[in-house]
């Protein structure tokens, strides 16, 4: 049986980076080209955060849904996004068609600080029966460097600046007269590179 993705819950409250701070980056004064700015941090961001990201991570903090078909025989699963900040709630779907909730106290997280947060079920406690679903198990954590943009690592927010300033600049992928694309910066590489997770 197939897995289904992860699904977000709840978006973040706060962006990663500022209108202001995008206009102080760009060195642009005026309002005028605040929704240009706008689309470019939305841009920068997405290419990197939350499960479509690159990063598999979470930058802000947010709430995502993480589905399983059966109790993994390991009792431990890899959470699908880092960091983890907590682990909401574990429900577990019934062939009667039921939800119930896991007792909190059966399970624990692992490594919620690092890139590979797991969360584990104590091999002494009871889970509940499964129906035959993809999404009999139900994870919902919370992910993320915190609700304030100055929890984001330093790295990152230079690293969405850089490609705000990119996208402002090259309106189109290639300049009139040049013979090749527009070059990106590879700075971004760079500085977002210690932070790829890779799944093994």
Do not use: N
Request: with cysteine.
């Amino acid at each position: 049986m197939r897995c289904l993705p992860p699904e977000l819950v709840t978006a973040p409250s706060e962006p990663c980076v500022s209108i202001a701070d995008a206009r102080a980056h760009l060195r642009v004064d005026s309002i005028e080209e605040d929704a240009l700015i706008t689309a470019a941090i939305a841009a920068a961001v997405q290419h990197l955060d939350g499960y479509g990201g690159i990063l598999g991570r979470a930058l802000m903090k947010q709430d995502w849904r993480q589905f399983l078909p059966f109790w993994p025989a390991s009792r431990s699963v890899d959470l699908a996004l880092a960091p983890v900040l907590s682990v909401v709630s574990v429900e577990a779907r019934g062939a009667d068609g039921q939800t119930v909730t896991v007792d909190p106290a059966s399970y624990r997280l692992v490594g919620g600080a690092g890139a590979a947060p797991r969360l584990l079920f104590d091999l002494g406690s009871h889970l509940p029966g499964l129906a035959y679903a993809p999404d009999a198990v139900i994870v919902t954590f919370s992910a993320g460097y915190g609700e304030a943009a100055d929890k984001l690592p330093p790295a990152l927010k230079s690293a969405i600046l850089l490609m705000v300033g990119d996208l402002y600049r090259f309106r189109d992928s290639v300049q009139i007269g040049a013979s090749s694309a527009v070059p990106m910066s590879t700075t971004v590489d760079r500085l977002i590179a210690p932070f790829r997770r890779y799944q093994i």
